[in-house]
T-cell receptor
Framework: AQKVTQAQTEISVVEKEDVTLDCVYE???????LFWYKQPPSGELVFLIR??????QNEISGRYSWNFQKSTSSFNFTITASQVVDSAVYFC??????????????FGQGTILTVHP | NAGVTQTPKFRVLKTGQSMTLLCAQD?????MYWYRQDPGMGLRLIHYSVGEGTTAKGEVPDGYNVSRLKKQNFLLGLESAAPSQTSVYFC??????????????FGEGSRLTVL
């Protein structure tokens, strides 16, 4: 069975601080996909990134960066120079790559990020 | 371009009442899903469907029924609502060809309160 753990329930930072959200996963599959979603106060789920299990390259998109390490089964998310608009709940999720997985996602518990001005 | 639409957005029920949540997608997606979101537990899969006329149980199916009579619609039913079903419900859909890479499209959520 697959599992995603986000140990940080809540994080509070002051604007312009850097913040890292941790994600640790478990799966027996060799092919899988990892995701980060953002849920702002308005409630919708916003897709941020997808990474497949064969691509361990780190990715940077503006102030966002992701560090994928298969050796530690982690897929951490860093926001550089945080802004108030980054305040949201962030979810890490896992999808197994088997055809019979039908795209089902296993989500972590979520991390509530609050950025204070 | 509506995407995934959930109806209703908010509902308050009394224990024992029944109701149906409707999810409609206009992207001709084969796969559809119902998740519930609870504080500290993330989103958990209730039921899903891989095609018209087919449904399957997810992680937390008890107390819910679903139907997929039309490809574009996925209904989630609560026959006898319980306070434990107070939650935010999300519907999602995906194309069969991209489903395994997790290209899910989510609705805006439906907040259900059971008193």
């Amino acid at each position: 069975a697959q599992k995603v753990t986000q140990a940080q329930t809540e994080i509070s930072v002051v604007e312009k601080e850097d913040v890292t959200l941790d994600c640790v996963y478990e799966t027996r599959d060799t092919t899988y996909y990892l995701f980060w979603y953002k849920q702002p106060p308005s409630g919708e789920l916003v897709f941020l990134i997808r990474r497949n299990s064969f691509d361990e390259q780190n990715e940077i998109s503006g102030r966002y960066s992701w560090n994928f390490q298969k050796s530690t089964s982690s897929f951490n998310f860093t926001i550089t120079a945080s802004q108030v608009v980054d305040s949201a709940v962030y979810f890490c999720a896992l999808s197994e790559g088997r055809g019979t997985s039908y795209g089902k996602l296993t989500f972590g518990q979520g991390t509530i990020l609050t950025v204070h001005p | 371009n509506a995407g995934v639409t959930q109806t209703p957005k908010f509902r308050v029920l009394k224990t024992g009442q029944s109701m149906t949540l409707l999810c409609a997608q206009d992207m001709n997606h084969e796969y559809m899903y119902w998740y519930r979101q609870d504080p500290g537990m993330g989103l958990r899969l209730i039921h899903y469907s891989v095609g018209e006329g087919t449904t399957a149980k997810g992680e937390v199916p008890d107390g819910y029924n679903v139907s997929r009579l039309k490809k574009q619609n996925f209904l989630l039913g609560l026959e006898s609502a319980a306070p434990s079903q107070t939650s935010v419900y999300f519907c999602a859909s995906s194309n069969r060809d991209t489903a395994n890479t997790g290209e899910l499209f989510f609705g805006e959520g439906s907040r259900l309160t059971v008193l």
